[in-house]
């Protein structure tokens, strides 16, 4: 996909959510639109978490910190690798999954 | 809260409320005319851990509620038609990015001045203070505090403090000027601002700090509730982790009226609950603050303790209340009055249970059980 410019051209990422913030989503698993700068700069995870606190406002700040830190107890995948960093890409098809611990009585 | 003299008993009441926050969601208790009968209500936010949460005396169909769930990030709630609906903040307290702070839970709201209508403060764990203008959508840091060069000083760091992390809390606004400002912190201490919050200066003096090196510093003492005088924004109450005392403003020492308290039961508590309109009357409920600070009834036998005299005598009130054999204690948010005339008091209990008075602590009786640990109690008055 070529990008024509930032605003035009957006790919559809699949999140799926955990049951604690599905207050918000509604659903186990959601698609959101990502904006793609350029064919050689592939989704981030923090875009597409920007993407997603866009369609629901507040979700976003309850897995990330103020600091843009993944909160303790907060686990991210894109595929099957686990990550921390919202600069690391989602490849084109992949899936990112929230995980929430549930921990603690 | 303050609650200024012309407001309190403005009108006889109908019906008296209780907002019970909890480490599992939210209840309500509402009474009938006399107080004698209760409904529960709820849960609302099941699961989600409620440290604070009340109605805004300046429109009490608004309610705030602080809410933090699992391991998610902290958020507070807002309702417009007393607790139907509610709405998530658009922007709840937070740090600047780039402090390299997190705010873990917002512990303490506190509704503005009765003049600024949809002004709320909010105190966080660790220490923060944040003031929201619209009526609790948007949270703003008060730069004056969370900025202010002597922050860390008073604070120490943001991993130390109490078990379930140091908290800004007890945000006292003055009746008369909403630019006069008292807040609690443990640790830390009781400092104020007499400019909207631009400023602040510690005022500790009198208060000991028996578990620092210097037992009479400048600050870094763990004050557990302060509040304001009824009908007196002139005098404070504080009970601390070291006793309980008074201060009569414009005076800037603490007098230490716990020292009457009987040895046996001793001088350290979380709550302190003020009568509205007569500033000598006030109530405490002391806990075991000895060897490893077992944080119970002192010997199982639950009691509160009230004053008539600003500190000077203290009395035992337990009719009612368990003999012998309970454990539990009362937090610092959970014990309140209400504006009844014989005022009611109320307090919820780390094991579930809210107790309530509604001859001034004559008698008490358990008007709600097997809930979860209350971590607080806010009297709406209808």
């Known amino acids: 996909m ?99 611990a549930l921990s603690g009585g | 809260m303050a609650r200024s003299p012309a ?17 599992k969601g939210l209840w309500t208790l509402a009474s009938d005319v006399s107080r004698n009968g209760w409904t529960l209500a709820g849960p609302q936010f099941l699961g989600h851990t ?12 608004q309610w705030l509620a602080a809410a933090r769930t699992g391991h998610l990030g902290p958020t507070v709630f807002r309702s417009q038609d007393n607790g139907r609906t509610w709405k998530e903040a658009v922007r709840p307290p937070a740090f600047e990015r780039g402090s390299g702070r997190v705010v873990d839970h ?9 003049d600024e209508a949809g002004v709320f403060y909010a105190g966080t764990s660790p220490q923060g203070l944040f003031r929201s203008t619209d009526g609790g959508a948007t949270w703003e840091g008060v730069d004056g505090f969370n900025a202010h060069a002597q922050r860390k000083a008073w604070c120490g760091g943001d991993q130390e403090g109490t078990p379930d992390g140091p908290k800004l809390h007890s945000i006292l606004i003055d009746p008369r000027d909403p630019r006069h400002l008292y807040i609690g912190m443990s640790g830390g201490g009781v400092f104020e601002s007499v400019d909207g919050g631009a400023d602040w200066r510690p005022l500790n003096r009198g208060v000991r700090a ?18 304001f005088a009824g009908g007196n924004p002139d005098r404070l109450y504080q ?28 001088s350290v508590g979380f709550p302190l609950a003020v009568h509205p309109t ?39 009130q337990d009719v009612g209340l368990p003999r012998s054999q309970a454990w539990w204690t009362v937090k610092r948010q959970a014990m309140t009055t209400d504006l009844r005339d ?41």
Not at chain 2, 240 to 264: A, F
């Open chain 1, 2 to 100: 070529t990008a024509q410019s930032s605003s035009e051209v957006a790919t559809i990422v699949r999140v799926r959510v955990p049951s604690p913030l599905r207050s918000y989503t509604g659903a186990a698993e959601i698609g959101v639109a990502v904006p793609v700068l350029a064919p050689e700069l592939p989704p981030t995870v923090g875009g597409v978490l920007a993407s997603v606190d866009g369609a629901y406002p507040g979700l976003r700040f309850r897995i990330v910190d103020e600091q843009g830190h993944v909160r303790p107890h907060i686990r991210l995948f894109v595929g099957n690798v686990a990550t921390r960093d919202l600069g690391a890409p989602i490849a084109s098809g992949e899936v990112l999954m929230i995980v929430a």
């Open chain 2, 7 to 23: 407001a309190a008993r403005k009108a006889p009441a109908r019906q008296t409320r209780l907002l019970i926050s909890t480490r």
């Open chain 2, 50 to 61: 409620v440290h604070h949460a009340l109605a805004d005396p300046r429109a009490p169909r």
């Open chain 2, 106 to 114: 917002t512990f303490w709201l506190t509704p503005g001045h009765a």
């Open chain 2, 210 to 227: 028996d578990f620092l090196p210097d037992p009479a510093p400048e600050f870094g003492h763990d004050p557990h509730c302060v509040r």
């Open chain 2, 239 to 266: 009970q601390n982790h070291c006793g309980i005392y008074r201060l009569d403003r414009p005076g800037d020492t603490w007098q230490e009226i716990g020292v009457s308290m009987p040895k046996s039961v001793g």
């Open chain 2, 278 to 316: 007569d500033a000598d009357s006030l109530w405490v409920f002391p806990m075991d603050g000895t060897t490893v600070w077992p944080r119970t009834s002192p010997g199982g036998r639950p009691a509160v303790y009230r004053s008539r005299d600003a500190g000077r005598s203290w009395k035992r």
């Open chain 2, 342 to 382: 014989p005022t009611g008091i109320y307090f919820g209990t780390t094991s579930g249970e809210v107790w309530g008075s509604r001859d001034e602590g004559r008698s008490f009786r358990c008007i709600a059980r097997h809930l979860p640990q209350i971590y607080a109690v806010e009297c709406a008055t209808a």
